[in-house]
């Protein structure tokens, strides 16, 4: 610690480009959002643009009987998708988090982030191809005589479900990994010295101390599984309506970006209200008990 | 811990749960990485329609990747976009983690949160809000404006592996080499700059990765014919399945090897697989 802490030092200035970057191109932004959410048109290019809850109103009144279901639809594949990453993710974050292997310990981290190195366009590509009504799935089942007509796999919200765990499962075991590392190895011995069978160790000791990880790595998928766009529109077809891909309508076909605000407004309370809980759960996890 | 802290009785003849914790992980495993190999496959795989087994080893895809316009020029839309990023994040995102760090700045931790904060907000909102503001300003969609946009969610991962690398390192070198008669700027350009010069060039891969493979920032920020490679493939994938993708796809994942390559090669391996 050096001896003077509470003067800025010079150095202090260089934190200016990153202050004026975000301020122009993310804080004022989102407050353009919001502003415009309120219009009934662009305020600052059209003088007869007036302030209006209208977007809102339609939104809530849902008279054409779709927003709800797609705010619905999103939460579902949301919480659908989470809790298929955690049960995916957790047995690959505790294998690696007990790894002694130097070796094996990093050749498992290379393959749990090499999907994060390709993009998401990609990634559903390779789904697409895969569950498609020709693809790698059915062909498979057809020709072993197991099925005559194609399965269902994709066009709807199986087939987004199952491209969208594929994508945040690394986000999960990522954040895993540092939690289950934690935990005291000898507090789980001590119960199986005690008497307790492998798996009883592991649900009365391991899984409790794991669970603020549980719960960080949930909040992160269940985020950026609602924000999703290009996974849904691609996997889901016609058959999935999504909070984001209803943004992308109306910038892309309806042309009206003060409705598109209020939808981007609601997703962002959503948004918000998962990552205070998120950074709830981050700060105390610091001073839990049981944690090396 | 050391291999001698398990105690023997605890290791049985064969041990079936064990074996079957292991096959679920390996199973797990192909299930993360198979998918990507099917693009490989596809790739290669010279009939018009995606079908499985491959029949055969062609170039075709390739070629029609690498001779459509509409990729090429998407391709180098998207490749100029991301070596800006990479500049421009590399500059405010180092000089950001320099300040926090170093700069003795109060609400240090909220300052660090903040800048963090592109990456826990929903992209497509990101896009949305800029397309917004650029609208209401009346600048249309200027490709600088989408370099800016990327850069504010690239500086991030920046920030991240420059912190990592400047908490690690003992500020005592700094001192000593002040305490021995150098300047403050001398301390800056050599002894802080080459420290920290692994985390900020490993940030520069990260950004680079996440814009050239970025699509929901860009999407309502990319005006038509002036698109970039995500955007195009996407906008491709919704009426045609073909080889094209999958070789485009190849092409992608190539590139990015190659930006993490090259930078190893520039400043070496060893330095960022530490972080």
């Avoid at chain 1, 289950?180 to 119960?191: M, N, S, V, Y």
């Avoid at chain 1, 891909?245 to 998962?274: D, E, K, S, Y």
């Avoid at chain 2, 999958?246 to 092409?251: D, I, K, L, Q, R």
Wanted: with cysteine.
């Amino acid at each position: 610690m050096s001896p003077t802490i509470s003067r800025p030092s010079p150095i202090a200035w260089l934190v200016a480009p990153a202050v004026l970057l975000f301020v122009l191109f993310f804080v004022l932004p989102f407050g353009v959002m919001v502003v415009m959410s309120a219009y009934s048109g662009n305020p600052v290019t059209n003088s007869h643009a007036y302030l209006t809850v209208r977007h809102y109103e339609r939104f809530i009144l849902d008279d054409a009987g779709i927003y709800h279901d797609a705010l619905w639809e999103t939460l579902r594949i949301g919480l659908v998708t989470t809790i298929i990453s955690l049960l995916i993710g957790y047995p690959l974050a505790h294998w690696m988090a007990r790894m002694h292997s130097r070796l094996g310990h990093s050749l498992v981290l290379m393959a749990v982030i090499a999907p994060l190195l390709t993009g998401i366009v990609v990634r559903t590509f390779a789904w697409m191809t895969i569950l498609e009504d020709k693809g790698v799935i059915n062909t498979l089942l057809i020709q072993w005589g197991a099925i005559h007509k194609p399965l269902p796999l994709m066009y709807n919200e199986f087939g987004t479900v199952v491209a969208l765990v594929h994508i945040y499962v690394p986000f999960m075991v990522l954040t895993l990994i540092g939690v289950i590392g934690r935990i005291d190895e000898r507090l789980e011995q001590a119960a199986r010295s005690l008497g307790a069978g492998r798996l009883r160790a592991f649900m009365e000791v391991t899984l409790p101390l794991s669970l603020p990880g549980i719960l960080a790595g949930s909040l992160l998928v269940f985020a950026l599984s609602i924000s999703a766009y290009v996974t849904p529109s691609l996997m889901g077809g016609t058959n999935v309506l999504t909070l984001p891909m209803l943004i992308g309508q109306q910038i892309g076909t309806n042309f009206n970006p003060n409705f598109a605000g209020a939808l981007g407004v609601v997703l962002l309370i959503v948004t918000l209200l998962i990552v205070i809980a998120y950074n709830k759960i981050l700060s105390r996890l610091a001073g839990e008990p049981g944690m090396a | 811990m050391s291999a001698s802290g398990v105690p023997l009785a605890n290791k049985r003849p064969f041990d079936l749960g064990g074996a079957a914790y292991v096959a679920l992980n390996v199973v797990l495993l192909a299930f993360l990485l198979l998918p990507i190999l099917i693009v490989l496959i596809f790739a290669f795989n010279p009939t018009p329609y995606i079908s499985f087994p491959p029949v055969g080893v062609s170039l075709r895809w390739f070629e029609k990747f690498f001779s459509g316009s509409d990729f090429m020029n998407a391709l180098g839309l998207s490749l100029f976009v991301a070596a800006c990023v990479l500049v421009l994040s590399i500059l405010i995102g180092g000089a950001c983690s320099l300040a926090l760090a170093r700069g003795n700045l109060p609400g240090r931790a909220f300052l660090t949160a903040f800048f963090m904060s592109p990456l826990m907000l929903p992209a497509i909102l990101t896009g949305l809000a800029l397309f917004q503001s650029y609208l209401m300003v009346g600048i249309g969609r200027p490709v600088w404006g989408l370099i800016m946009a990327h850069t504010l969610v690239a500086v991030p991962y920046v920030l991240r592996t420059t912190l990592a690398v400047l908490h690690n390192f003992d500020r005592r070198i700094e001192e000593a080499a002040a305490v021995l008669g150098a300047s403050p700027a001398r301390v800056f350009f050599e002894v802080t700059l080459p420290l920290i010069r692994p985390g900020v060039f490993a940030g520069g891969v990260f950004a680079f990765i996440v814009s050239f493979d970025q699509f929901p920032v860009s999407l309502f920020l990319v005006v038509p014919k002036g698109e970039t490679l995500p955007v195009v493939l996407f906008n491709y994938m919704k009426f045609d399945l073909d080889g094209a993708i999958a070789a485009a796809s190849m092409v992608s994942i190539l590139l990015a090897l190659g930006v993490v390559l090259a930078l190893e090669w520039l400043i070496g391996l060893k330095a960022y697989v530490k972080l």
